[in-house]
C-alpha cells in the first residue's frame, strides 16, 4: 500500500485545530476554526475523491482518540464521509493504548517506521494519515509517505503548532496535482522523491 499524508494548513503552516475553537486548545491556542469559513463544495468533493482511495487510515494517538469520539455520533445518511470512516480499518501508533474503541482498529505498539513499513509492504492501495501530524511528520522523515496532499487556506495565523517542523533530512517532493477552489483553499498534491536535492544559483544562464 501507499502512504498517503493530508493536512490541512494556513499559509504560515499552522496545522492545530483547522475545524472548530476547541478542536485543540494545547499550548493556549485560541485560534482554531480557520479552514471552516473557507470549505465549499468543490473541497468537499475533492476529500470525498480522496477518501475513497483508502484500504485503511493510519492515526497517531491524539487524533485517533478525537476521531473515535466524534466520527460514530455522526449518523446522518447524507453525510458524504461518516460512513466510510467509521467502516474503513483503523490502525493507531500508540505505545499507551491497549486497545482501540472504534471498530476495526488495530493498534500498532513498538517502533512506529517498523511497524508502518510492514503495513506498507502489504498489497493494496492508500494507508491514509488524516491530521496526526507529528506521526506524519515523523513517518515523511523517516521516507515511508508517499503522498502528501495539503490544503491551503488562505489565512495567516502567527500563532499555533506548525507543520513538519520535526528533525530529519530534507524531503524531495512533486507537485502531482494543484486546484483552487471557489473559496480560496489551495489544493496541493506531491509525491514524494527522496531526499531533496539542493543546488547553487548560477544566473540566468543556469535556467536555458
Not at 470549505?39 to 475533492?46: L, Y
Not at 447524507?78 to 490502525?91: G, H, I, S, V
Not at 482498529?105 to 491514509?128: C, I, N
Request: with cysteine.
Amino acid at each position: 500500500m501507499k502512504i498517503s499524508l493530508t493536512e490541512f494548513v494556513t499559509l504560515d503552516g499552522v496545522c492545530q485545530g483547522p475545524g472548530s475553537p476547541d478542536e485543540d486548545t494545547s499550548d493556549g491556542f485560541t485560534a482554531g476554526g480557520w479552514l471552516v469559513p473557507h470549505m465549499d463544495a468543490t473541497f468537499v468533493q475533492r476529500a470525498s475523491d480522496w477518501l475513497d482511495l483508502a484500504d485503511g487510515l493510519l492515526l497517531g494517538r491524539r487524533t485517533y482518540q478525537a476521531f473515535a469520539r466524534d466520527w460514530p455520533a455522526i449518523t446522518d445518511p447524507a453525510d458524504p464521509f461518516a460512513e466510510r470512516m467509521n467502516t474503513l480499518p483503523k490502525y493507531v501508533v500508540s505505545n499507551t493504548l491497549t486497545e482501540g474503541t472504534w471498530h476495526p482498529t488495530t493498534v500498532l505498539r513498538g517502533d512506529p517506521a517498523r511497524a508502518v513499513a510492514e503495513l506498507r509492504a502489504r498489497p493494496g492501495r492508500e494507508l491514509q494519515i488524516h491530521g496526526s501530524a507529528r506521526l506524519g511528520d515523523a513517518l515523511l522523515a523517516a521516507g515511508l509517505v508517499d503522498t502528501l496532499r495539503l490544503v491551503v487556506a488562505p489565512t495567516v495565523l502567527r500563532t499555533g503548532r506548525r507543520l513538519l517542523t520535526g528533525p530529519g533530512a530534507p524531503s524531495g517532493l512533486r507537485l502531482a496535482h494543484h486546484e483552487a477552489t471557489p473559496n480560496g483553499l489551495l489544493l496541493l498534491e506531491y509525491e514524494t522523491t527522496g531526499q531533496a536535492p539542493l543546488g547553487t544559483y548560477e544566473g540566468v544562464a543556469a535556467f536555458t
